[in-house]
């Protein structure tokens, strides 16, 4: 009864709807418009039937405004409203009926075309001093979004498990990269497993990045915090440096960087730093753009480049940018058929031959781990994580889950926002997203994500599976539903030139201010819960820097507490040893005959394995492990007590 009522009711709302716009300079249409104050009461009725609608469908809505709270569970009163405020608009203003009114305004808003202008517009050259500006902004809004880390940046973790793992990665990354870059991939955890780092994402842009901050001897974790930081702002500069190119409107690039930039998606991930780091799909999007339109060597290269860029970062997004970039090419197929279709064909290779020869090193340490480990996840581990339609419903924001998202958050957030879903929907009713080749590539990223999104439950997805690799990989597929939050992030900038064009010049960049400080405020979900860091124990700088050290760390945890191994990883970063231990996304079959084998230490079995696998070193953390525990400890002659630092013990194993 409710999906009933709420069906009506938006049908109500699009018959109602006010649509403000320049129409033709004519005295005699002028005449036929409804003064501005009727044209008000419209907007307020149909934003009436709106609210019936959303409360039809959530069970009611419920909210404060300062100490005032307010309940809306009835949607037949709301209607009620609504229909009482038209009636009084129509009463005072008969002449001019919004039935009359509305077909006129609506078939010369959909004949206003914004192409021609925004071509003109976006031709104009790009300020530098406005694009400086513009990433000062998104770096301000980060800082806010992520409240208070930016007064604990040295010390400060959203979370005790995938930050450190993450952490351990970037100082493996830029030190790999100075000492032995053909090792890359071999982290040093997981002895003696080899490969280690294609246990999970690689992030090695972002491992580039940390390399001046690393030499400099920043902290880990002030790294990792700045880099959080810089992933924000990239993401968000980057879309907003595309989407200004295309359409010419700095306020308007703005708006669509701020909400593929801080969304429901990203802000419930901030523990995962490669999914912060999406500036190079915006890039790889529009160098694909500029190759459509004409084909050419260069624009191959540039194309290659920023795929590659962004398939490094993250095994997921590689898997996104692919499919991202097939559903651009088939979704303009005017721009490669016909006497196009060579030219853009001998383009395309070149570019896909550029990107192969760059990922290939990248990508074999992961074919290793598959074939080696089995490493792969199968079409049920895709379908235990793909998306519902809830998801799409789901956000961590302060504003929208109290009010109604918490009846569908379950972990996954995929909610692209209010603001960027109307400002499509005006790009989609007004034509822009069909009559634009770059808004229509867009829109067929976000459908292919959303489809992609469900997994297995999508026709079609086995047979990808079986016939695209990279699938193989990917567990969580709901993360494809990010494709979404970036065709909402770039159609509602078209959406918003459309609005812009429809205001009075007066009162443009008040709306255009309000459209972004709307779209950043209904994602907000500061402040943060932080962790507290304390930093590496200067003991862990005494293990021997040679050849043959290995280490192990005890207690050493099982399958359902392998988090814990993760600051054991980044205590590892002050020697750089080999250990043991391990946490990953991926944990391969010898972590778990070892975890088992270690439950008993120090007894028997736990030495002897220590010995077959040449540990020389064994740190013990004596506050986690019992009295008997440390009882044996002491009394083993093979445990010879190097140093303590508080309730750390570093022992020689002999």
Not at 308 to 334: D, E, K, M, N
Not at 551 to 574: D, K, R
Request: hydrophobic share 50%; charged share 15%; net charge positive.
């Amino acid at each position: 009864m409710n999906a009933e009522f709420a069906k009506h009711a938006a049908a109500s709302a699009f018959l109602c709807c006010p649509v403000l716009l320049r129409v033709s300079d004519s005295q005699d249409r002028d005449l036929l418009r409804p003064p501005v104050w009727a044209r008000w009461l419209d907007l307020f009725a149909v934003i009436l039937l709106a609210v019936a609608g959303i409360a039809a469908i959530v069970g009611g809505i419920r909210f404060r405004i300062a100490f005032v709270r307010v309940s809306l569970t009835s949607p037949l009163r709301i209607v009620t409203a609504a229909v009482a405020v038209a009636a009084v608009r129509h009463l005072l203003a008969p002449r001019i009926p919004i039935y009359r009114d509305l077909p006129m305004r609506v078939r010369e808003w959909r004949r206003t075309t914004l192409i021609d202008d925004i071509d003109a517009r976006a031709a104009t050259p790009m300020p530098g001093r406005v694009a400086a500006a513009v990433i000062g902004i998104f770096t301000v809004l980060a800082l806010i979004m992520t409240y208070p880390l930016v007064t604990r940046m040295s010390d400060g973790l959203s979370d005790p498990g995938d930050p450190l793992l993450n952490t351990w990665a970037l100082q493996w990354v830029a030190h790999q990269l100075i000492t032995s870059p053909a090792h890359l991939f071999d982290g040093n955890i997981f002895y003696p497993e080899r490969h280690a780092l294609a246990y999970s994402e690689p992030m090695l842009p972002q491992g580039i990045m940390a390399l001046p901050l690393v030499a400099v001897g920043a902290s880990p974790v002030l790294i990792y915090n700045l880099l959080l930081i810089a992933g924000f702002t990239l993401t968000g500069w980057s879309m907003c440096l595309v989407v200004r190119s295309w359409t010419g409107d700095w306020a308007a690039a703005v708006l669509s960087g701020t909400i593929l930039a801080f969304n429901a998606h990203v802000l419930s991930r901030i523990p995962h730093l490669q999914a912060q780091h999406v500036e190079f799909l915006p890039a790889a999007l529009f160098a694909l753009d500029a190759l459509l339109t004409r084909p050419n060597v260069r624009r191959a290269v540039s194309l290659a480049c920023w795929a590659a860029l962004q398939a490094t970062t993250s095994i997921y997004l590689l898997a996104a940018t692919l499919f991202a970039l097939a559903a651009g090419i088939i979704a303009r197929p005017q721009d490669w058929l016909g006497r196009r279709f060579i030219p853009f064909l001998r383009a395309l290779a070149v570019a896909t031959l550029l990107a192969v020869i760059v990922l290939v090193p990248f990508l074999l340490p992961y074919y290793h781990v598959s074939h080696d480990l089995g490493l792969s996840r199968s079409l049920s581990d895709a379908d235990m994580y793909a998306a519902t339609w809830k998801d799409y419903l789901s956000t961590p924001s302060r504003l929208w889950y109290s009010w109604w998202s918490y009846r569908f958050f379950a972990g996954t957030a995929l909610f692209p926002g209010a603001v960027g879903l109307i400002l499509s929907a005006v790009a989609l009713a007004g034509g822009d997203a069909w009559r634009d080749s770059r808004a229509r590539l867009c829109l067929a990223v976000g459908i292919a994500g959303v489809a992609l999104s469900f997994g297995p439950r999508m026709p079609g997805y086995s047979l990808l599976y079986t016939i695209v690799p990279v699938l193989r990989a990917i567990r969580a597929t709901a993360r494809f539903g990010y494709l979404a939050t970036l065709a909402v992030a770039a159609l509602a900038g078209f959406g918003a030139v459309r609005v812009r064009r429809m205001a009075p010049a007066s009162m443009q960049p008040a709306i255009m201010a309000t459209l972004i400080a709307c779209a950043f405020a209904e994602s907000v979900a500061a402040p943060l819960r932080l962790t507290r860091f304390d930093g590496i124990p200067p003991i862990y700088a005494r293990v021997p820097r040679d050849s043959s050290t290995r280490v192990v760390e005890i207690p050493f945890f099982g399958s359902t507490s392998s988090h814990f191994h993760a600051s054991y990883m980044l205590n590892s970063t002050a020697h750089w040893r080999p250990i043991v231990n391990g946490y990953s996304g991926f944990q391969p079959p010898s972590f778990y005959q070892h975890a088992d084998a270690l439950q008993g230490f120090p007894d028997a079995t736990s030495i002897k394995l220590l010995h077959d696998l040449a540990v020389t070193h064994v740190f013990v953390h004596t506050t986690q492990v019992s009295a008997e525990t440390r009882a044996a400890i002491s009394q083993e002659g093979r445990l010879k007590l190097v140093e303590t630092f508080g309730s750390i013990a570093l022992y020689r194993l002999e």
